[in-house]
Antibody, heavy 115, light 107 residues
C-alpha cells in the first residue's frame, strides 16, 4: 500500500525557517517524481515545488522561489522541503504528492506563520 | 503559467441528480487534465486522469471528457458520499495549476 506521511509542521514567526519531511513507503520511491502542494485555510490548492526521481530537475512556484528548497534522499525514501524567510501567506497545510498527476497524497502537515 | 477556470464555484444538488462541472484552460493542454475530490480535513483524492481515465477504485458514476481547453466532470447520479469540493488540475507543463474548486452542496 502506498503511503506518504508528512511531518515537521508547526508554528513559526515571520522570517523564520522550517523543514518539512515526507516519508514514503509501499512503492519504489526512487522511480517517481514528487511534489509539494499547499492549501491555505479555507482556500484552494496551490502547487509549490517539483523534484524529478533523480533530483536532476527541480521547479518552484514563483511565490516560493528563492526561499524554499526541495530535496530528496532516495536511500531513505524521503522527500524534504526547506522553508526559509517564511511569510504570513505561507500559512497552509502542506501535502507531498506523487508524480505530476498527483496520484497519491499524504495527510498533510500544518504550517502556521504568525507572530 | 496556464490558468485553469472552474465553474460553477458552488453547486446545490440532490441525491440522484446528474451533476456537471466545467474546467477551462487558458491554452491547450491536450488531455493532460486530472480531477480530484476533497472532503473537509482530508487530502484530495484522484478521480480522473488524462481527462477521461477513471482512477482504480473510483465509482463508475464519475466520468470525465474534453481535450484542448474545455473539460467536464460528470457525476451521473449524485450519492451522499459525493458532497465535497472538486478540483481540476493541468499537468501539461510546470507550474502545475489547479482550478478554483467547485463545492457540491446538498440542496
Amino acid at each position: 500500500e502506498v503511503q506518504l506521511v508528512e511531518s515537521g509542521g508547526g508554528l513559526v514567526q515571520p522570517g523564520g525557517s522550517l523543514r518539512l519531511s515526507c516519508a514514503a513507503s509501499g512503492f519504489t520511491f526512487s522511480s517517481y517524481s514528487m511534489n509539494w502542494v499547499r492549501q491555505a485555510p479555507g482556500k484552494g490548492l496551490e502547487w509549490v515545488s517539483y523534484i524529478s526521481s533523480s533530483s536532476s530537475t527541480i521547479y518552484y512556484a514563483d511565490s516560493v522561489k528563492g526561499r524554499f528548497t526541495i530535496s530528496r534522499d532516495n536511500a531513505k525514501n524521503s522527500l524534504y522541503l526547506q522553508m526559509n524567510s517564511l511569510r504570513d501567506e505561507d500559512t497552509a497545510v502542506y501535502y507531498c504528492a506523487r508524480e505530476a498527476v498527483l496520484d497519491y497524497w499524504g495527510q498533510g502537515t500544518l504550517v502556521t506563520v504568525s507572530s | 503559467d496556464i490558468q485553469m477556470t472552474q465553474s460553477p464555484s458552488t453547486l446545490s444538488a440532490s441525491v440522484g441528480d446528474r451533476v456537471t462541472i466545467t474546467c477551462r484552460a487558458s491554452q491547450s493542454i491536450s488531455s493532460w487534465l486530472a480531477w480530484y475530490q476533497q472532503k473537509p480535513g482530508k487530502a484530495p483524492k484522484l478521480l480522473i486522469y488524462k481527462a477521461s481515465s477513471l482512477e482504480s477504485g473510483v465509482p463508475s458514476r464519475f466520468s470525465g471528457s474534453g481535450s484542448g481547453t474545455e473539460f467536464t466532470l460528470t457525476i451521473s447520479s449524485l450519492q451522499p458520499d459525493d458532497f465535497a469540493t472538486y478540483y481540476c488540475q493541468q499537468y501539461n507543463s510546470y507550474s502545475l495549476t489547479f482550478g478554483g474548486g467547485t463545492k457540491v452542496e446538498i440542496k
